[in-house]
């Protein structure tokens, strides 16, 4: 299987007083620096990040992997246009070069907002579907934070979020997420997807999976996940309270053989 990978990460507060420019995404902050190509995959070696563990399962899947780009920048204020159109420019200039492909693996976080977009992650998706077309799979891994409109998770073919907060987890989420992508390329075709969207906000220290009701709530999930339930990803997303844009709020969504099973999930 052919397969392209990018990364394009950012929690915005749109309270914040402090852009996410250009600089703030080549340093990384507590990320890894802005890396292309093969860069990308010796940076993410041993990293806790999703990237990571789509890598990993990359290897042990036999993928022939095309890294693009991955950004990241630490949580702030809206990412600039400039900075925004520079990475998603690259990353679908990366696409367009790659040449044939099975399928597309994005690190994403799910609360990107940009100055001149609201819903930087369906921006991004919408960009990627344009360039390889609706045969092509793609699979999202994504923070447990984020603001997920029913268009972006319906624009991909899998979105597959943390399910740990603190998070511990984002290696693990991308090795899962490439795992749902690796089942929809050899199956030849995609899941019915469910979506359920809140009309709450959940203040972020409630959002911890290290005490009640988060801990239960997630430990659901992977019970939820069972060939005999047909379900093949599950997540529950609590949203980024700081980012003032109509979809902020925690969303639970379902991909799955059959609508009925991912419905009932």
């Known amino acids: 299987m052919r397969v392209a990978l990018a990364g394009f990460l950012h929690e915005t507060n749109t309270f914040a007083p402090v852009p996410a420019d250009?600089?703030?995404f080549e340093t990384g902050g507590g990320y890894i620096p802005m890396s292309r190509g093969e860069d990308l995959v010796r940076r993410s070696e041993g990293v806790n990040l999703g990237s990571a563990g789509a890598l990993a399962a990359a290897r042990r899947l036999d993928w022939d992997i095309v890294p693009i780009l991955w950004a990241g920048a630490i949580p702030?204020?809206?990412?600039?246009?400039?900075?925004f159109e520079q990475i998603a420019g690259e990353i679908l200039a990366g696409l367009a070069e790659a040449g044939p492909l099975d399928g597309v693996f994005l690190d994403l976080h799910g609360a990107m907002v940009a100055d001149h977009i609201d819903d930087g992650e369906l921006e991004i998706a919408r960009r990627v579907r344009d360039a390889v077309g609706s045969d092509v799979p793609i699979v999202a891994a994504l923070d447990l934070h984020g603001n997920i409109s029913e268009e972006f998770a319906r624009c991909v073919d899998g979105l597959v979020g943390f399910r740990t907060y603190p998070h511990v987890d984002m290696a693990e989420t991308g090795t899962r997420a490439a795992e749902l992508l690796h089942r929809m390329m050899s199956d030849g075709r995609s899941p019915a997807c469910a979506?359920?969207?809140m009309g709450y906000l959940v203040p972020i220290p409630f959002q911890t999976t290290d005490a009640e009701p988060g801990r239960g709530l997630y430990a659901e999930l992977a019970k939820i996940e069972t060939e005999e339930s047909g379900v093949l990803a599950a997540s529950l997303f609590m949203g980024f309270p700081?980012?003032?844009i109509p979809d902020c709020g925690p969303t639970a969504i379902v991909y799955a053989?059959?609508?009925e099973a991912a419905e009932r999930a």
Do not use: G, I, N, P
């Not at 702030?76 to 900075?83: F, G, I, K, M, R």
């Open 22 to 24: 250009l600089a703030a």
């Open 76 to 83: 702030s204020a809206a990412v600039s246009e400039e900075a």
């Open 195 to 197: 979506f359920r969207q």
């Open 242 to 244: 700081a980012a003032d």
């Open 257 to 259: 053989e059959t609508a």
